[in-house]
């Protein structure tokens, strides 16, 4: 069984920056495919940024590139999402998420990110 946890949402203004994190729980937390997800009120939940088991293979959402940067810390079993000049259209509750073959997925209970002056 997974767990996550996510951590590091808040209020913050428009051109500021939040930090969030994932902590798993899970054994073998390095041969799990790591992602970040996002849902707005009213909205679908969209991707936000993945990263594949050894910390590369990178993607960003177009809206994001350039000002969110995730990364993975394997021996603490935390991913990161670091969020610089943030816009009200970020304000969203952010998920994380594992997955792996034959593992299926295993999501987070999100974390609220409200970006407003």
């Given amino acids: 069984q997974v767990q996550l946890v996510e951590s590091g949402g808040g209020l913050v203004q428009p ?23 996002r ?33 993975r810390d394997n021996a603490k079993n935390t991913v990161y999402l670091e969020m610089n000049s943030l816009k009200s259209e970020d304000t969203a509750v952010y998920y994380c998420k594992a997955w792996r073959p034959r593992s299926g997925d295993y999501w987070g209970q999100g974390t609220q990110v409200t970006v407003s002056s």
Avoid: H, I, N
Avoid at 20 to 34: K, R
Avoid at 45 to 65: C, H, I, N, P, Q
């Fill in 15 to 37: 051109g500021g920056s939040l930090r969030l994190s994932c902590a798993a729980s899970v054994f073998a937390f390095s041969t799990y495919a790591m992602s970040w997800y």
């Fill in 39 to 71: 849902q707005a009120p009213g909205k679908e939940r969209e991707l936000v940024a993945y990263m594949s088991t050894g910390g590369g293979g990178l993607l960003y959402a177009d809206s994001v590139k350039g000002r969110f940067t995730m990364s």
